[in-house]
């Protein structure tokens, strides 16, 4: 983390955004004072929800569609 006055800001904004892009943040001081801080987004990976239980709640009825169709194709062919 660096620290730079408004001024310094100012004339390296581009190098500040491109710290903040590398995952660094840096503090912005007004005479001597903090009064900023730019900091890299954290982007969230969304994870697929567990579904072992929806799927254990689910119960066939009679024959599963892989079964019957592997039956249908069966009596076309003979």
Known sequence: ????????VRSQLSDVIHDA??????????YG????QIVPIVKQCHKFPDLSKFRAGIKNRGKTLTE????????ERF
Request: proline share 3%.
């Open 33 to 36: 004072n903090p009064i900023a």
């Open 21 to 30: 892009e590398a995952g660094d943040a840096t503090v912005i001081t007004r």
């Open 68 to 75: 019957t169709l592997s039956a249908m194709r069966n009596e």
């Open 1 to 8: 983390m660096r620290t730079l006055s408004v001024k310094e």
